[in-house]
Structures are given as C-alpha cells and as structure tokens.
C-alpha cells in the first residue's frame, strides 16, 4: 500500500488511537528518536560544561557552540537529501549506528587520556575528545528530519498536527531531563558517565529500531526516482515556487534571532532573582508547561489555519516575554516563562504541518534541512552580540546612567534591570515582527495555499507517473516495495 493510500484510511475524527496500526508505529519511532535525542543533547551540553569546568577557558566553550552551530548549517540540505533519497529506518538505523561508534570511540579515548591532559586547552587530546562527541551528536539530526516527513507519510491532513503535537510534548520530555542529568553527570563523573550513557542508549535504540517492522507507506524512500543528489538549486527552485514559502523561513530566520537574545540572557536574568539550586528546579518545572502545551496539540490539533495560529502563538510568545521582566518578581519570571514554553509546541507543530502539507513529499527532508540550516545561523549568532551588548551598555544605562535617572523610579536600578530593558526591546521586536507578518500578503499567500490543499510542484525533482490528487496533495505513485523487503 502506497503512502497516498494510507492516508486515506486514516481515521475520520482525526484522532489518534493506539489501536490503529500507524499510530503504534509512529509511538515506537517517537520513543525511539526522543531517547536518543535525549542523550545526543546531553552529550553537547555536557561536552560544554565538562571544557569549561577543566579548562576554565570561556574561549573553548564559545569554540565548542561555533562548531555545532556550523556543523547545523552546514549539513541540513544533505541530511535532508539522505532522508529524502532512502527509507526512513534506513536513515534512522545508521544515523544511530554512526553515533553509536562515535561514541564508542570518544569513551575509549577518555579512558585512555590522563585526567590532567584535559585541562589544557591547547591539549590535542582534548579537542579530539570534543570532535568526537560533536559528530555524534550530530549523525543524530537526519533522525529529526525524518521524523517529521514520517509523520507526512503516516498520517492525513486531519491528524498531522495532533502527531506534531506528540512530538512537542516528547520534546518538552527531553528538554527537563536533558537539563537536569546533563549537570549531574558531570558533576558525578566527568564525561564517564555522559558517554556509558550513550553507548548504552544508542545501542538499545539499534536494537529496538532493527526489530521494529514499518508499514508499508515508509518501506520505499520518498524520492526513489529521482537520481541521488543533494541537488540545492532544486531545492532553492522548490522553495520560490510556493507562495509565502520565503516569508515563513524569513519570518522564523529573524524570529530566531530575536530569541537567541532571551535565551542567552534567561539565565542571567533568573539567576539575579535566585540561587543557582532554585533556578534549575524552577526551570525544570516550568519545561512541564511546554509538556502540557503539546498534549493539548496532541488533543486538539492546531485549528484549521495553522499558518494563522503560528502567527497568534507568536502574539502570545513574545507579550509573554515583554511581561516578564517588567518588575523585578520571580512571580513574574517564572509565570511568563510558563505561558512562552506552553505555547511553544502550537508554533512548532503548526510550522511542521503547513510544511508537510504543502511541499511535495518527495522534496520534504531537503526543504526541511534547507529550512532549518537558514533558520538555525541566527539565535547562537544573537547569542554572541546580545551579551557584550547587555553588559557594556544596558548595565550601565540602568546602573548609573541615563535610563536609572529616566525610568528608575518605577523600572527598577542596577544590572539585573539592564537585562530586564533588553529583554522588553525584543519582545517589542518580536511584537512588531509579527504584526507585520500577520499584515503581510505574503501570509495571505500561504494562507490560501494550505486551505487550498496543494502541494507546490516539485520543479527539482524527476517527473512522475500516473498522477493521482490525494488528501489535496499531487503526489505520484510510486512502485511498491518488494514484499519482505527490509525498511
């Protein structure tokens, strides 16, 4: 059975019922792929931490987040292509199988290496074990990818967003416990037990992922006809064809960068309303909030305009962050941080679903990486510019210069309310941003392409045959797979 006939078999209410064939099957893929994910960012924070505490160096942890985030850019159109051109277990097995040794070979040298050789930062040992780590983090992110056109291929346009939704909440999961054992391994065992860890989950998620049989519809790979080739020109070709298609990537490239700024003076703003302890516990219970908000998805989908809704949910975002540091309040703090990650899974899975809608399945891994590789370059860059920003100019304006004098009455004095008046500027940003967007034809544009139900053409891809509409979609059909044959 082809993907375009699983779709319609799907159930009518739009619910997702463990019952159903393809819900069972996309449960095991999820588990699968937030475990491993889980120890795969682990793996990087601890990475970061472990540098840090031996060398002291804040140079080689900045060293370390510039190599993920080049490594991010660099890989996400051939990630894609990998995801597009071979069966989606395929992908996933060998994505876990070359972290797996790249793991193994990151323990072995850890074990191998004097303690003391680590605390140099110049120590070729050292940046070997740091490399070794980051390449098996990142073999882990053609599984995200894949995980997403999974989703296209289980599921019809009625329970997509409920399954995105799912996704939100497992990615809520693995976000409170990457934040909290990340630090405790550390702190137990240096990287020992950060890289047992992994080589004990990878190689369960193997074992797991090769007994695991697939339906049908993920038995092919979804570009089978089309020679293999990154092939970006097409991509870029694919992308300009759908209306608004370079506004949403646009919308979120500087959406992104609006928040690499509250995520990199978060901490530091929280950390001057509380102890270190009471920080990590609060920011541990509030990532409850982003596991809620995705079973509410899960439940209730995302409406019928998710290009609307991701807009809105932005609304929400961003007044939350304006509110949040208005007074000096842990209240405050930890109830606009609440609302921002509760409704943080909305936007993910209403982005998620207007893409697997309205790009043709057969391009989606190269959209998806071209998308994320664009979208990723701007919050570690924000990241980097918003700091030394924050503290050699805000600081001081609300210490002792001229916004103490001017709004320090009311506002607040001192570091914390530096940080506090940037944090308000971009939630202004942001605010503006989306009003904008929401103003925009270009919204209009996506807007009636998703309510319309098709797909753009794929003006990169090799033409196919005996085209059928399905679910909205022009998507060919494709030759089954060979009974038996593995997925």
């Known amino acids: 059975m082809s993907t375009n006939e699983t779709h319609t078999a799907s159930d009518g209410a739009g619910r997702l019922r463990l019952q159903d064939p393809e819900v069972r099957t ?48 660099g890989t996400g159109v051939w990630f894609g292509s990998l995801v597009d051109h071979h069966r989606k277990k395929t992908v996933m097995q060998v994505s876990a199988v070359v972290s797996l040794g790249f793991y193994l070979a ?11 050789v680590f605390t140099d930062p110049t120590s070729v040992q050292l940046w070997a074990l740091v490399l070794l780590v980051m ?43 990457t934040s909290v054992i990340s630090g405790l391994l550390v702190a137990s065992s240096g990287m020992l037990g950060v890289l047992v860890l992994a080589v004990v989950v990878l190689a369960a998620a193997v074992g797991h992922l090769h007994r695991l049989r697939v339906p049908e519809s993920l038995a092919e790979a979804a570009a089978a006809d089309e020679p293999k080739k990154v092939d970006l020109r097409g991509t870029i070709r694919l992308v300009g064809s759908i209306p608004g298609m370079w506004a949403l990537i646009g919308f979120t490239l500087l959406n992104n960068f609006l928040a690499g700024g509250l995520m990199a003076l978060a901490d530091p703003y929280g950390l001057s309303l509380m102890s270190v302890q009471a920080w990590g ?56 941080f609440a609302v921002y990650l509760f409704v943080m899974p909305f936007a993910e899975a209403s982005e998620q679903t207007v893409l697997q809608k309205v790009v043709p399945y057969e391009r989606q891994g ?72 929401l103003a925009s034809r270009q919204y209009r544009a996506m807007s009636r392409r998703y309510l319309d139900g098709a797909a753009a053409p794929d003006s990169g891809a090799a033409p196919v045959v005996d085209e059928v509409p399905v679910a909205g979609a022009v998507v060919g059909q494709r030759e089954p797979a060979l009974a038996g044959a593995p997925a």
Do not use: C
């Open 281 to 336: 516990l609060a920011w541990g219970l509030i990532s409850v909030f982003m596991i809620l908000g995705g079973l509410v998805v899960a439940k209730r989908g995302v409406g019928r305009n998710p290009v609307r809704t991701l807009l809105v949910v932005n609304l929400v975002m961003w007044g939350a962050t304006f509110l949040l540091p208005v007074q000096h309040s842990v209240v405050l703090l930890v109830a606009g």
């Open 135 to 177: 390449a098996g983090v990142m073999a882990g992110n053609p599984r995200s990818i894949a995980m997403t056109t999974v989703v296209t291929a289980l599921f019809d346009d009625g329970r997509r967003d409920k399954a995105n939704g799912l996704a939100g909440t497992t990615s809520g999961i693995s976000h409170l416990v």
């Open 366 to 437: 190269r959209v998806l990486g071209f998308a994320h590789s664009v979208e990723m370059v701007a919050a570690p860059l924000t990241a980097f510019l918003i700091s030394p920003l924050t503290e050699f100019v805000f600081q001081p304006f609300m210490t002792d210069g001229a916004g103490a004098d001017l709004i320090g009455g009311w506002f607040g004095t001192g570091p914390a309310r530096g940080i506090a008046l940037v944090l308000m500027l971009l939630a202004v940003l942001g605010l503006g941003l989306t009003a904008a967007a």
């Open 26 to 73: 996309f449960a095991h893929l999820l588990v699968n792929t937030s475990l491993v994910s889980v120890t795969n960012f682990t793996a990087w924070f601890a990475v970061t931490f472990w540098v840090y505490l031996e060398t002291g160096s804040v140079f080689a942890a900045g060293v370390i987040s510039g190599i993920f985030l080049v490594s991010m850019v």
């Open 106 to 116: 990151a323990l072995g040298l850890y074990v191998a290496t004097p303690a003391a």
